[in-house]
């Protein structure tokens, strides 16, 4: 720094000393700052900030109202933000100390040695292991049944999705968000902790490591990133050693998919790309596409067959699913009003707002959970064929079966694909199926509490 400070103008400028650091923390945050540099350029629409930050929504808002308390940013128009100017000069200040410090230079060099550290180690230092029996995603959208059936059957348990959906309760959830038609509903869940617990009913205790930021946390990785990223390769590492898949989060893109082995520091996987026809190459432990967490899941020690009492259980667990009792996080509708939040969006959601592939994909996933949800209880119907359940359940079958016909009439006006057109008169069709679905919705979460009443 070649200007002199005058300590009187210091002093004189920085004597609010606490308001000055509040200032200067608003800004210090890396998130903050990341979103105060991706600002720079112009303003930015809410859902694009998100994308680019890789953080969960909830964190996201945190960070902008300090900023907005701060004076640092302003809200437009359509949730759009921007730079104030106040934030616009700390940032260039802020630019102009730092590109001329010693401190860049030591953050370079520090980077460098980190880089070299990582590339430097040897890929194969942990040698190179597969499960015995291969482990193979099964053919879905919600990628959590495909992983954990796929998991299953190489443990020598044959569950298919329909299994894990109805056990666990997860194809009862309708969940999207608030506002707009974003891809995140599906596995945007309160109740994962249930649907853990409940996935041990399929034949063996599960256990879940859970790192609860996303990954990554910047763009490239920082060395924390990397730390966190080895921590999961060794928990995986060490349950394939033992023979054991695991079902892990945020492999090539936010899905589950199964690690059957690693080699080196590179995971050996079954994913969704296979039925893409697209080839399943190895991922590297530090390249995974996490937001929201890291998670982990296992198999340990096996689980006694399913009872009658676990498949009653089941279906108490499906009502409070299929309500949305503590399904959703905030900024998402969960149960049956979900279906009128979908078709409100459709209808008066800002262009902003409106992903088609968010739109496709969840109609993707809902259609199957609809599908996957009437089997089950059609099974359950078949089982219990003598007893009084089994014409409520046989009911709520088809109330289901109805939402799941609606549902692939949507899928129809919005093919699933990464971008497409959403003209006004589909998007209005669309918003009608939707609603239509929500009385089928309503009367097979009726059949199913008459099921579980009558159930002796």
Known sequence: MNRKLNPAEVQATLEPVKDVSELVKAAAQSNRLGVMILLADGPKEFSRILESTGLSKTALANHVDKMLGMGLIERLERGRYELTEDGGELLAAIASFYSGSRAREMHKARRTMERYARTSQSPSRLGASTVKTEPVYQPC??????????????????RDIVDVGGYTGYSFISNVARGKTCASGPTALRCWPAILRS??????????YEDNESFPESRPPSAKDNQRARKVLDVVSKEIRKGRPVVLWGLDVPEYGIVKGYDGESYKVSTYRRLQNRPDTPIRYDALEAPGCLHAVSFREKTPEIKEKDEKEAIRRAIKMAEGEGVSPMGYVAGPDAFEEWAIALERGPEAALSYHGNSYVAECMHEAKETASTFLKRLAKKYASRPQAEHLTKAAQEYAASETLLKQFTWIFPFAMEGAMPPDSREKGAGLLRSVKPHELAAIARMREAYKSWK
């Open 199 to 208: 996935t041990a009913l399929l034949g063996y205790k599960v256990s879940s």
């Open 141 to 158: 959208w919600i990628s959590y049944l495909g992983a954990v059936s796929g998991a299953l059957k190489s443990l020598g348990k044959e």
